[in-house]
């Protein structure tokens, strides 16, 4: 229709100009009248292959099932992960069909198809230490949901700023007058793939670094406020009986690092006409990540989950771009008054 090469019209199509080819303006003007009068566009594929990308997010879970429900603890990440990618008009991948290791998914086997995406979103309460140092080692484009320790290497990720949310909270508590607080749960009890039964019977991954940051933050705000802090293990134990050492050691405060565990220690104390503020004041550190009764308006902090997913696939993209940017992101917690923080009696 121009009477000019196929080279040519790619470079006026795609705005280029090259260094040895000098396009006449009327040449230019030519082929922009005959894409306007066909109405051409652009193979949307041809171009992904052209830039190596193909427009797709992979998102894994280390979970056995993939989350689904609106009421579980990993659905605002990914409504936060969908709208990131909708609006960078990406497509979402899920993997499915991970092996399962020791009664773990594991990312890399011999039929994985990982590189079918050009980058991928982890998620999970813990994730596979292995699996984390070869994604570094091969610098494969990946991000965390959730902060992670380095392996091998730095790990990308968008965390909650744990230590941060846990002072806060533990200093809203010394104010109005706890001077006995106490740590309940894995806390930075070592990483490993065995899991842990909670307080309601239910098994659960080994502690991750989100539990460790809640504890750093929580010995940090002890020490400098100088009150008592005290560390209970969950691990073994029913509510009872560590609602039982609480009391005995004087506690007055429970900072429980998992939700479920202070609505069962709650409820083991109303069985037994304790107040819940005035005897023992609880708080929750965080949402719940396991099925637990909501009639207590824990006094707590949320988690912004819908916010990190988005935020996990804006790093994302840098990544597979090579754009500059930071890849390790912390963001702030919301505080919630709630009604199970009150002086000490």
Request: hydrophobic share 40%.
């Given at each position: 229709?121009?009477?000019?090469?196929?080279?040519t019209?790619?470079?006026?199509?795609?705005?280029?100009?090259?260094?040895?080819?000098?396009?006449?303006?009327?040449?230019?003007?030519?082929?922009?009248e005959?894409?306007r009068?066909?109405?051409?566009?652009?193979?949307?594929?041809?171009?992904r292959?052209?830039?190596?990308?193909?427009?797709?997010?992979?998102?894994?879970?280390?979970?056995?099932?993939?989350?689904?429900?609106?009421?579980?603890?990993?659905?605002?990440?990914?409504?936060?992960?969908?709208?990131?990618a909708?609006?960078?008009?990406?497509?979402?991948?899920?993997?499915?069909?991970a092996?399962?290791?020791?009664?773990?998914?594991?990312?890399?086997?011999?039929?994985?198809?990982?590189?079918?995406?050009?980058?991928?979103?982890?998620?999970?309460?813990?994730?596979?230490?292995?699996d984390?140092?070869r994604l570094?080692?091969?610098?494969?484009?990946?991000v965390?949901v959730?902060?992670?320790?380095?392996?091998?290497?730095?790990?990308?990720y968008?965390?909650?700023?744990?230590?941060?949310?846990?002072?806060?909270?533990?200093?809203?508590?010394?104010?109005?007058?706890?001077?006995?607080?106490?740590?309940?749960?894995?806390?930075?009890?070592?990483?490993?793939?065995?899991?842990?039964?909670?307080?309601?019977?239910?098994?659960?991954?080994?502690?991750?670094?989100?539990?460790?940051?809640?504890?750093?933050g929580?010995r940090a705000?002890?020490?400098?406020?100088?009150?008592t802090?005290?560390?209970?293990?969950?691990?073994?134990?029913?509510?009872?009986?560590?609602?039982?050492?609480?009391?005995?050691?004087?506690?007055?405060?429970?900072?429980?690092?998992?939700y479920?565990?202070?609505?069962?220690?709650?409820?083991?104390?109303?069985?037994?006409?304790?107040?819940?503020?005035?005897?023992?004041?609880?708080?929750?550190?965080?949402?719940?990540?396991?099925?637990?009764?909501?009639?207590?308006?824990?006094?707590?902090?949320?988690?912004?989950?819908?916010?990190?997913?988005?935020?996990a696939?804006?790093?994302?993209?840098?990544l597979?771009e090579?754009?500059?940017?930071?890849?390790?992101?912390?963001?702030?917690?919301?505080?919630?008054?709630?009604t199970?923080?009150?002086?000490?009696?």
């Amino acid at each position: 229709m121009t009477g000019v090469s196929q080279a040519t019209v790619s470079l006026v199509l795609n705005g280029r100009a090259d260094s040895d080819v000098r396009i006449a303006p009327e040449t230019r003007d030519r082929v922009l009248e005959a894409i306007r009068s066909t109405g051409y566009v652009a193979d949307p594929i041809a171009r992904r292959l052209a830039a190596r990308r193909n427009r797709i997010l992979g998102v894994f879970t280390y979970e056995p099932v993939f989350p689904a429900g609106t009421g579980d603890f990993f659905h605002p990440f990914l409504v936060g992960i969908e709208e990131g990618a909708e609006s960078l008009g990406c497509d979402l991948l899920l993997f499915t069909s991970a092996s399962v290791v020791d009664g773990r998914r594991r990312i890399f086997h011999e039929d994985n198809r990982l590189r079918l995406a050009d980058g991928c979103v982890l998620l999970g309460r813990s994730l596979d230490r292995d699996d984390l140092a070869r994604l570094v080692a091969e610098e494969q484009p990946f991000v965390s949901v959730g902060r992670r320790d380095d392996a091998g290497g730095p790990v990308p990720y968008v965390g909650a700023d744990y230590p941060v949310a846990t002072v806060a909270i533990v200093e809203r508590a010394v104010a109005v007058g706890h001077r006995t607080l106490a740590y309940v749960g894995q806390g930075d009890h070592p990483v490993g793939p065995a899991p842990q039964t909670g307080l309601d019977g239910q098994d659960r991954p080994a502690a991750p670094e989100s539990h460790a940051d809640r504890e750093r933050g929580f010995r940090a705000a002890v020490a400098a406020v100088g009150a008592t802090g005290i560390r209970e293990p969950v691990e073994d134990r029913s509510p009872a009986d560590l609602l039982d050492s609480l009391l005995a050691r004087g506690v007055t405060v429970a900072f429980m690092e998992e939700y479920a565990d202070g609505s069962a220690i709650a409820s083991v104390a109303r069985e037994r006409g304790l107040d819940i503020p005035r005897d023992l004041s609880i708080v929750a550190l965080g949402d719940p990540t396991r099925p637990a009764p909501s009639d207590v308006d824990f006094t707590m902090f949320r988690i912004p989950r819908r916010q990190m997913g988005w935020q996990a696939v804006e790093v994302l993209t840098r990544l597979i771009e090579g754009t500059p940017g930071p890849t390790q992101i912390l963001l702030d917690c919301e505080q919630v008054e709630g009604t199970t923080l009150a002086p000490p009696r």
